[in-house]
């Protein structure tokens, strides 16, 4: 066996099944698991995706950015990881672009984001 095949058979293991189609522009929650000491609790992260990168592997993970209070916070999450619990689309949209990054410095081109009926 070479790296390739053996690679991709330990993917195929390890991969998630139950993630759904995410595309930049939708508006997404990811419940995640925290473990703090000898406790675990569980945490949502809802916001815009910002990039979506290696879609389909072991590395597939999303940059998610909401605004808390005044301050806008990005956070990335690596979907196949075993602390991800659960994903959800909850609006879609259209996007003419592969990544989002114009949407840190304006405040005027979110607006070109379409929202789509789900």
């Given at each position: 066996m070479n790296k390739v095949s053996?690679?991709?058979f330990v993917e195929s293991f390890q991969c998630k099944?139950?993630?759904p189609n995410i595309a930049p522009g939708y508006v997404?929650?990811?419940s995640e698991r925290i473990i703090e000491g000898k406790k675990s609790r569980i945490q949502k992260f809802q916001g815009m995706v910002i990039s979506n990168k290696h879609p389909n592997r072991l590395t597939h993970n999303v940059l998610l950015r909401k605004k808390i209070d005044e301050f806008w916070v990005e956070k990335r999450f690596f979907?196949?990881?075993p602390l991800i619990e659960d994903?959800?689309?909850d609006k879609l949209a259209s996007a003419r672009r592969a990544n989002l990054y114009?949407?840190?410095e304006s405040k005027?081109?979110?607006e070109k984001?379409?929202?789509l009926k789900k």
């Open positions: 053996i690679v991709s099944k139950n993630i997404i929650t990811v979907l196949h990881s994903i959800s689309v114009y949407l840190r005027g081109l979110a984001i379409r929202r």
